[in-house]
């Protein structure tokens, strides 16, 4: 009896092992299936979370008035010319004849009044509201204000929308290629609501419309026939998979699962540069990794001399090359380089010999009053990743020498973030990625009172320096103005950059149309299969 | 036995109440906010997120909040998967989770139950030091060593199999995950079967049962195995309730739309109204499925009896 059972087990087994042999059905030959690494938190525009995989989803889905060409430069979207006022505060955008949504309607200048009204309608707590505050009357009606001035997006008829500025903002073009400024179908959401973007309403303008969405699995997009450039684009389809582990990724790539992965792990580089040379894509991106130095009251990194000394002490291009197998580079400054109408600034002294710049160090730490007697205590936070861990430990051991005692502490993301925010630290690792391509996108950040100035950071001349660059229209005044008030930040040892991040992409060999770009954006549009 | 599972089902309900209750608070106890993450808000606008939440309003306020919508069966919106309310996730995610659950706990019987009544069988033979020592490696061998290897040897090298992904439960996307899923489970059974059939294999009656002339085949199938399932059965409730509700590293492994991930996405996203969700569900399935256990015991050992 128990022989005849497990027979009858084999059996069953048999067939299951044979069908094993054969592979999955193999993706449509022109469907694309790009590993993102997790799950959009909408593809509402007005709803998005903020994270840099929506760029990827909703990229795809809608075409903003400014759109973004294969090598990441700015071009027209939905919008085929503008024209900016004298005083650089009301932008008129004619829209495309042709600019359809996927369910034929026309795209009309009421779309994009909705998508901004939507945007800064306190109800929908928009992540990136604040990105779009140099529009007349968006910061008002952000917070709610009870008299806030009209919005300064107008509708002038159903092919003409008129933008108008609180105040000039030469970057403000660039600003249009966010996702958070892509149009919404008034007519649908008119008619659903905040449920427009349910899977059997949703209608987009994008080269790609979705079909589907299974949470954590997947979201299918087919190829939007009502595209206005839909003869240009070879794909049939694109797929998105939400992966958050890295090396799962990294198999799905190579057991031809996945085509493009948009992210992997630094140390797998060494790795991967050996076996998939011809897959491997690193690209200078526009994002810092830098320690925020705490400068309240009763924190010894309040103490211009030991920022600097801490700054001095620090080996960029050991932790770039040793530790982060020279996939960056080191980064003296704050904004990194290829920033458009923007020279990189370095930060005083770091160019010196490292002996110099350890006995300075040690000369300023004792000036400040610390010594063997009376050791400079410090905690440096940092949120857990195996890369942050090593860059931790390679800081404490460089400041050791100094005779600075360093306490590490980590924590998961949302922890850490909240004892930055708090101020509870003295080192704290932050990074930035731009949402644009501009110097303002990194400096902002260091503003007074700024939500992500995480040190405390106060300086009259700086935030005197970021208003007369804000209210500068001339291009070139703008970036000296800006470059000024970097070197201000630099010279008061603001905070302790590191390094200049790289994209990290995995491109199957197959596909043309790829372009590395340092805004690390990739419209599947420019995609194709083949040569 | 209908008034005793309708007793105990009553009893359920304040079990679940304290455990809402403890997740609710202990939730909001944990430092860092579902809002709190690499992007700092503008104070704004974290204003506006959380009035959007109802975030803003005193604690106890929101608790009475979500008991009332819990009442009326409604789990709240996501925070963070705004597309999704929590029931159309767990909705989503639980049949996922249910098959490739429910498919290892099958393989794991099937496989687990005659590994073990072998080794029982054949005690201090080469079949049981092999059969336990696998199982040892089972055990000891983690689900986050097993479940990559299997993608990268199946998957990658030898390519027979997909390394990830659902494709909408076809196939050849569930054996790694189940398989790997099972592994563990498999040697826990066998483990548990062959000491509890060792067990039963020396009581009296299986002696009086060999004394009446039964045939060694006739023991083991018609009087030992039924009570030497016994501690199987009551580790599989909460075995499978865990099983189904999500095996949070398989899933992410290999890319599975199931339960699990949203115990860790939400955890660590601090997306309180979701972990809520999963914490409900979850404390619902265990009471049910040890309720189920309880019941399975009276119909396998005549003994037991649920009349009062």
Same mark, same amino acid.
């Given at each position: 009896m128990?022989?005849?059972?497990t027979?009858?087990l084999?059996?069953?087994?048999?067939?299951?092992?044979?069908?094993?042999? &054969?592979?999955?059905?193999?993706?449509?030959?022109a469907?694309?299936?790009?590993?993102?690494?997790?799950?959009?938190? &909408?593809?509402?525009?007005?709803?998005?979370?903020?994270?840099?995989?929506?760029?990827?989803?909703?990229?795809?889905? %809608?075409?903003?008035?400014?759109?973004l060409?294969?090598?990441?430069?700015?071009?027209?979207?939905?919008?085929?010319?503008?024209?900016?006022?004298d005083d650089?505060?009301t932008?008129?955008?004619?829209? !495309?004849?042709?600019?359809?949504?996927s369910?034929? @309607?026309?795209?009309?200048?009421?779309? %994009?009044?909705l998508a901004?009204?939507?945007?800064?309608?306190?109800?929908n707590?928009?992540?990136?509201?604040?990105?779009?505050?140099?529009i007349?009357?968006a910061e008002?009606?952000?917070?709610g204000?009870?008299?806030?001035?009209?919005?300064?997006?107008?509708?002038v *008829?159903?092919?003409?929308?008129?933008?108008?500025?609180?105040?000039?903002?030469?970057?403000?073009?660039?600003?249009?290629?966010?996702?958070a400024?892509?149009?919404?179908?008034?007519?649908?959401?008119?008619?659903?609501?905040?449920?427009?973007?349910?899977?059997?309403?949703?209608?987009t303008?994008?080269? %790609?419309?979705?079909? &589907?969405?299974?949470?954590?699995?997947?979201?299918?997009?087919?190829?939007?026939p009502?595209?206005?450039?839909?003869d240009?684009?070879?794909?049939?389809?694109?797929?998105?998979?939400?992966?958050e582990?890295? &090396?799962?990724?990294?198999?799905?790539?190579?057991?031809?699962?996945?085509?493009?992965?948009?992210?992997?792990?630094?140390?797998?580089?060494?790795?991967?540069?050996?076996?998939l040379?011809?897959?491997?894509?690193?690209?200078?991106?526009?994002?810092?990794y830098?320690?925020?130095?705490?400068?309240?009251?009763?924190?010894?990194?309040?103490?211009? !001399?030991?920022?600097?000394?801490?700054?001095?002490?620090?080996?960029?291009?050991?932790?770039?090359?040793?530790?982060?197998?020279?996939?960056?580079?080191?980064?003296?400054?704050?904004?990194?380089?290829?920033?458009?109408?923007?020279?990189?600034?370095?930060?005083?002294?770091?160019? !010196?010999?490292?002996?110099?710049?350890?006995?300075?160090?040690?000369?300023?730490?004792?000036?400040?009053?610390?010594?063997?007697?009376?050791?400079?205590?410090?905690n440096?936070?940092?949120?857990?990743t195996?890369?942050?861990?090593?860059i931790?430990?390679?800081?404490?051991a460089?400041?050791?020498?100094?005779g600075?005692?360093?306490?590490?502490?980590?924590?998961?993301?949302?922890?850490?973030?909240?004892?930055?925010?708090?101020?509870?630290?003295d080192?704290?690792?932050?990074?930035?990625?731009?949402?644009?391509? *501009?110097?303002?996108?990194?400096?902002?950040?260091? @503003?007074?009172?700024?939500?992500?100035n995480?040190?405390g950071?106060?300086?009259?001349?700086?935030?005197?320096?970021?208003?007369?660059?804000?209210?500068?229209?001339d291009?070139?005044?703008?970036?000296q103005?800006?470059? @000024?008030?970097?070197?201000?930040?630099?010279?008061?040892?603001a905070?302790?950059?590191?390094?200049?991040?790289?994209?990290?992409?995995?491109?199957?060999?197959?596909?043309?149309?790829w372009? *590395?770009?340092?805004?690390?954006r990739?419209?599947?549009?420019?995609?194709?299969?083949?040569? | 036995?209908?008034?005793?599972t309708?007793?105990?089902l009553?009893?359920?309900?304040?079990?679940?109440?304290?455990?809402?209750?403890?997740?609710f608070?202990?939730?909001?106890?944990a430092?860092g906010?579902?809002?709190?993450?690499?992007?700092?808000?503008?104070?704004e606008?974290?204003?506006?997120?959380?009035?959007?939440?109802?975030?803003?309003?005193?604690?106890?306020?929101?608790y009475?909040?979500?008991?009332?919508?819990?009442?009326?069966?409604?789990?709240?919106?996501?925070f963070?998967?705004k597309?999704? =309310?929590?029931?159309?996730?767990?909705?989503?995610?639980?049949?996922?989770?249910?098959?490739?659950?429910?498919?290892?706990?099958?393989?794991?019987?099937?496989?687990?139950?005659?590994?073990?009544i072998?080794?029982a069988?054949?005690?201090?033979?080469?079949?049981?030091?092999?059969?336990?020592?696998?199982?040892?490696?089972?055990?000891?061998?983690p689900?986050?060593?097993?479940?990559?290897?299997?993608?990268?040897?199946?998957?990658?090298?030898?390519?027979?199999?997909?390394?990830?992904?659902?494709?909408?439960?076809?196939?050849?996307?569930?054996?790694l995950p189940?398989?790997?899923? =099972?592994?563990?489970?498999?040697?826990?059974?066998?483990?548990?079967?062959?000491?509890?059939?060792i067990?039963?294999?020396? =009581?009296?009656?299986?002696?009086?049962?060999?004394?009446?002339?039964?045939?060694?085949?006739?023991?083991?199938?018609?009087?030992?195995?039924?009570?030497?399932?016994?501690p199987?059965?009551?580790?599989l409730?909460?075995?499978?309730?865990?099983?189904?509700?999500?095996?949070?590293?398989?899933e992410?492994?290999?890319?599975?739309?199931?339960?699990?991930?949203?115990?860790?996405?939400?955890?660590?996203?601090r997306?309180?109204?979701?972990?809520?969700?999963?914490v409900?569900?979850?404390?619902?399935?265990?009471?049910?499925?040890?309720?189920?256990?309880?019941?399975?015991?009276?119909?396998?050992?005549?003994?037991?009896?649920?009349?009062?």
């Open positions: 128990f022989d005849s059972r027979r009858r084999t059996a069953c087994c048999i067939p299951l092992l044979l069908g094993a042999l &054969s592979l999955s059905a193999p993706l449509s030959a469907t694309l299936a790009i590993g993102i690494q997790g799950e959009p938190a &909408s593809l509402d525009s007005a709803r998005i979370g903020g994270t840099t995989w929506e760029n990827d989803v909703l990229g795809d889905l %809608f075409e903003g008035l400014v759109t060409d294969p090598a990441g430069h700015y071009v027209p979207g939905v919008a085929r010319s503008w024209e900016v006022s650089g505060k932008y008129t955008f004619h829209l !495309r004849d042709d600019a359809d949504w369910d034929g @309607q026309p795209v009309v200048a009421a779309d %994009f009044v901004f009204q939507r945007l800064f309608d306190p109800a707590g928009a992540v990136y509201a604040n990105l779009f505050y140099p007349g009357g008002a009606r952000t917070k204000a009870a008299d806030a001035p009209p919005l300064g997006v107008v509708a *008829d159903a092919k003409t929308l008129e933008i108008t500025l609180e105040r000039p903002t030469p970057y403000f073009t660039t600003l249009l290629a966010h996702i400024a892509s149009p919404v179908p008034a007519h649908v959401v008119k008619r659903y609501g905040d449920a427009w973007t349910q899977m059997d309403h949703i209608v303008n994008g080269a %790609f419309t979705p079909t &589907s969405w299974v949470s954590h699995d997947h979201i299918a997009a087919r190829k939007n009502e595209f206005h450039a839909a240009e684009v070879a794909l049939d389809g694109v797929d998105y998979y939400p992966v582990d890295r &090396s799962a990724s990294l198999q799905r790539f190579r057991a031809g699962g996945l085509d493009i992965v948009r992210d992997f792990s630094p140390d797998r580089y060494q790795w991967l540069q050996d076996n040379p011809d897959a491997v894509h690193l690209a200078p991106q526009l994002a810092n830098y320690f925020a130095l705490n400068q309240r009251d009763g924190h010894p990194t309040a103490d211009k !001399r030991v920022r600097e000394a801490l700054n001095l002490a620090i080996r960029r291009d050991v932790i770039a090359d040793k530790i982060m197998g020279g996939v960056v580079s080191p980064a003296s400054g704050f904004v990194p380089g290829g920033v458009s109408h923007y020279d990189a600034q370095r930060m005083p002294g770091l160019d !010196r010999p490292r002996d110099e710049r350890i006995a300075q160090a040690r000369r300023l730490l004792e000036d400040a009053g610390y010594g063997p007697d009376h050791p400079l205590e410090l440096l936070r940092y949120s857990t195996e890369a942050n861990k090593r931790a430990v390679a800081l404490a460089m400041w050791q020498p100094l600075v005692k360093t306490q590490l502490i980590n924590a998961e993301g949302a922890v850490h973030y909240a004892e930055l925010a708090n101020g509870n630290f080192v704290g690792r932050a990074s930035w990625v731009a949402d644009f391509d *501009d110097a303002s996108n990194f400096l902002g950040i260091l @503003q007074s009172g700024a939500p992500k995480y040190g950071y106060r300086s009259p001349a700086f935030d005197a320096l970021m208003r007369a660059a804000n209210q500068e229209t291009a070139d005044a703008r970036q103005l800006l470059e @000024q008030a970097e070197r201000q930040a630099l010279g008061d040892y905070m302790a950059p590191i390094y200049i991040d790289v994209s990290r992409n995995l491109v199957a060999p197959d596909l043309s149309g372009q *590395d770009n340092a805004l690390n990739h419209l599947s549009r420019w995609i194709s299969r083949g040569d | 036995m209908l008034s005793y309708l007793k105990r009553l009893m359920a309900i304040p079990t679940l109440l304290i455990v809402i209750t403890i997740s608070f202990l939730m909001r106890v430092p906010g579902p809002f709190d993450g690499e992007r700092q808000l503008p104070p606008i974290e204003a506006n997120l959380k009035a959007a939440y109802h975030l803003d309003e005193p604690l106890p306020m929101q009475l909040r979500y008991m009332g919508n819990l009442l009326e069966g409604d789990f709240g919106p996501s963070k998967y597309d999704f =309310s929590v029931t159309e996730l767990i909705m989503q995610g639980f049949p996922v989770s249910l098959e490739i659950g429910g498919l290892a706990i099958l393989l794991a019987l099937l496989v687990g139950l005659p590994l073990g072998a080794a069988i054949r005690r201090n033979s080469t079949v049981d030091y092999l059969v336990m020592g696998t199982a040892l490696t089972g055990i000891a061998v689900n986050f060593v097993i479940a990559p290897i299997f993608a990268l040897v199946f998957g990658v090298l030898l390519a027979w199999l997909p390394a990830g992904g659902w494709n909408g439960g076809a196939w050849p996307n569930l054996v189940v398989v790997a899923l =099972s592994i563990q489970q498999i040697a826990y059974i066998a483990r548990m079967m062959r000491a509890s059939m067990e039963t294999l020396g =009581s009296h009656f299986i002696r009086t049962a060999r004394a009446k002339g039964l045939s060694e085949t006739e023991v083991i199938w018609r009087h030992a195995i039924r009570p030497a399932m016994l199987v059965v009551s580790y409730g909460p075995a499978i309730a865990g099983i189904i509700t999500g095996s949070v590293v398989i992410q492994i290999f890319g599975i739309p199931g339960i699990g991930r949203y115990f860790v996405q939400g955890a660590l996203n997306d309180y109204t979701l972990v809520m969700g999963t409900v569900f979850y404390g619902v399935l265990i009471v049910l499925m040890n309720l189920i256990v309880d019941l399975l015991y009276s119909a396998l050992d005549p003994q037991i009896r649920y009349d009062d």
